[in-house]
């Protein structure tokens, strides 16, 4: 038997601060643990929501959040995980709801980031008397930004862990411009004798991030379909829009990228990107069977060109 501390311990042990977003099963509150007085984010998921697999909107999904829990698990139990993947802090439970305690990231997530911090989306007074040197600046940022994500998505590869969800408001920022990779909930770790990351056919992820084998209903190998979302996590942080809104051919830019036009879609946009991040993209924006692997990405030049760099710059922005 444990010696009584007389410290809190349980969800007792947090105190629950504002909401922050709405979840699948709950919402998202910031909170702080008030024996180590450090700031926390608690995911506060119905109970009865997660049982049900069904969404606090009435509707029936594929996250399985005891599934989540045990996949954070198995990360954080790696002596050597990578410091990409959100710190799962506890795990706690009430009659009503289980909470997910996880570290507080004061940059909050991409999505955030890119619509306060791209130079199309900046007021007119935080802007640089150049627009072209502050172009080059935000490209540096975004490059620093992509090189921690491919980091972090090749520790979860190399675990043979696909994500599977990746996307702009599932990757936060911590205060000191770190890049973590957060919600694990339709995740999947696949056996040594699954060579390929096979994954069954069926929706999984969002519609804009998803690759296109998976919108179509086929098998796929997890692992491209990361490397697809990572594609069109960079266009976006690069061009501040998303390259289409359908990954199916009835979409007009999705058929130009597909079709080896990304060069002439960007051009119509006036949304210039530098050279290499657009050959990157082109590995990437092609049938699973031809993209590159994640090895691939994050040895691609305008990749590991910064490996091992600092991320001062995401800071200060």
């Not at 072209?132 to 490209?139: K, L, T």
């Not at 501040?240 to 359908?246: K, T």
Request: with cysteine; aromatic share 10%; net charge negative.
């Amino acid at each position: 038997m444990e010696p009584n501390t007389g410290q809190p311990t349980g969800v007792r042990r947090y105190k629950k601060g504002r909401t922050l977003c709405d979840t699948l099963f709950g919402r998202a509150r910031y909170g702080k643990d008030i024996v180590t007085d450090q700031w926390v984010i608690i995911k506060e998921s119905r109970r009865t929501n997660v049982e049900q697999r069904l969404s606090i909107r009435g509707m029936h999904v594929a996250e399985d959040l005891t599934q989540e829990i045990a996949m954070h698990k198995f990360l954080m139990n790696d002596s050597n995980v990578s410091p990409h993947i959100c710190k799962l802090i506890d795990v706690c439970e009430d009659p009503n709801y289980i909470y997910v305690i996880t570290e507080f990231c004061r940059g909050g997530d991409l999505f955030k980031f890119v619509m306060a911090s791209h130079p199309l989306y900046k007021s007119a007074d935080k802007k640089q008397n150049n627009p072209e040197d502050e172009q080059m600046a935000w490209f540096k940022i975004v490059q620093q930004i992509f090189k921690q994500l491919v980091e972090g998505v090749h520790y979860l590869h190399s675990r043979r862990v696909c994500h599977r969800d990746l996307s702009l408001e599932n990757v936060l920022l911590s205060g000191d411009g770190i890049v973590k990779v957060i919600d694990f909930g339709v995740a999947k770790r696949y056996l040594e004798s699954n060579e390929t990351f096979q994954a069954k056919a069926g929706f999984v992820g969002k519609q804009g991030y998803c690759s296109p084998e998976i919108h179509a209903g086929q098998t796929y190998d997890a692992r491209h379909a990361d490397v697809w979302s990572l594609g069109v996590i960079l266009f976006m942080l690069l061009t501040g829009a998303p390259p289409y809104q359908l990954p199916d051919y009835s979409d007009n830019g999705f058929a130009m990228i597909m079709e080896g036009n990304l060069a002439t879609m960007l051009d119509h946009w006036n949304r210039p990107i530098p050279l290499e991040a657009q050959d990157l993209l082109c590995k990437i924006f092609v049938p699973g069977e031809s993209r590159i692997y994640i090895d691939d990405v994050i040895n691609h030049p305008w990749v590991s060109i910064l490996r091992g760099g600092n991320d001062a710059g995401i800071a200060e922005n």
